[in-house]
């Protein structure tokens, strides 16, 4: 009972808030050029949706953060365990590595032009050097606390490299790189977004700048908000996820 | 000593074979550059001041920005901290326009306000401002109640609130947001002058790259990551020191 009152609370000041904003763009208080009135845009987004016109640069999208999110995600996890399992191989990459995390990724486009062209083998790199620190960060993190016992008892049972890392070592640090990884493909979508505004790749971010160079705002809202139900979308998706691979792990906290 | 060497070996490799096979000719100059190019190339653009002033560029809009998300943030922070009622009525709008990535709002910021320090600017408050005010509101749900009583029996004022009680308990845990925040800051800066405004660094590497001015582009990626890489430290360094990164510890200088 009290959920439903404090969540119909939730709804009434959303409602609210979107209830202003057409009454005002109505009245034209507030330019509708810059702000159209959210039945404007969600009748847009409605008409792509019937018309079809949705589908092809949600598609391109979501594809091209797929696969730098899986390439970020299987360097990021060989990277880290070599990293989280050898102190030589620390020694030797951390630097290196210290140097590039902080850069914005955003920042490797211009070359990665100038080395792959205007393609969508440019798009991937770009996403995967973007989106995977926190893998990698969090499997370094996951393959170096693994529990001195266990290595005892692999050492007992006498496990083959192989055996230890199936069976102890990736399971061990499975929950780091699967929060990682949720951290990372909220980067992917970023940087998808990013390159197909800069390099004139298909999709939902150059829908929205040609839609913005055209003055047609309500596609422009249309392609916002189709972009903030798809981040919210892989977050819970993820988020879904995680818990289910994760059922065996008795809870901590 | 012996980490430290080893740290720097493979950077030392590939930069030396980087120059000798470029030199040796199977490295294309026009695409690669060479390292003794690309020095040459950041020494001229700081001599003749041009990579200076797209730093400031760069570096006024970024602090711009996390400046105006750390006040916004803070301050509903701290409103919706205070009073759990009126977040639960606010939060799942707040819920529903944080997944929004803040470069879709390139366009947009760019409709409303042309090109120039404000678009680039705004689109820096909305990527800042989330992980200020989501920090700031648990920062504040974690102050010791009996501190609120404490300000309730002693009937201070807001303001007086505000500076004596809610901001030393808090500020611990918020500088952990500011944190996030100004390294984010910098990222979407130079992002948003990669897509599209035409000003500061990210604008700087776009142009050397279509002027086939590899070496320039080059300079000025390693500047970039010099720059990044020092706010990161300096980062670390001033969280380590911070007053009592738990709650209590500034309370007790102040009570």
Known sequence: MRWLRSSSGAALFALALLLAWQVMADHKIISPVFFPSPSRTLGELWREIRAGELWAPLGATTLRMFYGWVLASLLGVAIGAAIGSSRTARDYLNPLLEFMRPLPASAIIPPAILLLGLSNEMATAVIAFGAIWPVLLSSVHGFSSIEPQLLDVSAALRLTRMQLLAKIAVPGALPDILAGARVSLAIALILAVVTEMQASQPGLGQNILLAQRSYRSPELYAGVVTLGVLGFLINHGLMLLERRLLRWRPAIA | ?255
């Open chain 2, 1 to 255: 000593m012996k980490r430290a060497f080893r740290g720097a070996l493979i950077p030392a490799i590939l930069l030396v074979s980087w120059e000798a096979l470029s030199r040796a000719g199977i490295l294309p100059m026009d695409t690669l550059s060479r390292p003794s190019a690309i020095v040459r190339a950041g020494f001229n653009g700081f001599a003749d001041g041009s990579i200076l002033l797209a730093t400031w560029q760069t570096v006024e809009a970024a602090l711009t920005g996390f400046a105006v998300a750390a006040i916004l943030g803070i301050l509903f922070g701290v409103i919706l901290g205070l009073s759990p009622r009126l977040e639960r009525v606010v939060g799942p709008t707040v819920d529903a326009l944080r997944p929004v990535p803040a470069v879709a709002l390139i366009p947009l910021s760019l409709l409303l306000f042309g090109f120039g320090l404000q678009m680039e600017g705004w689109v820096i408050v909305f990527a800042c401002l989330w992980p200020i005010l989501l920090v700031t509101i648990a920062a504040v749900r974690g102050i010791e109640p009996r501190l609120l009583e404490l300000s309730r029996v002693l009937q201070l004022g807001f303001a007086a609130r505000m500076r004596k009680i809610i901001l030393p308990a808090a500020l611990g845990r918020i500088s952990v947001g500011l944190r996030v925040a100004i390294s984010i800051s910098l990222v979407v800066a130079v992002t948003v002058e990669i897509v599209l405004n035409p000003r500061g660094l990210g604008y700087g590497m776009i142009i050397a790259q279509q002027t086939l001015h590899p070496d320039l582009m080059y300079a000025e990626l390693v500047w970039l990551g010099l720059l990044g890489w020092a706010l990161n430290v300096a980062l670390e360094r001033t969280l380590a020191r911070w007053p009592g990164g738990s709650d209590s510890g500034a309370m007790r200088g102040r009570l």
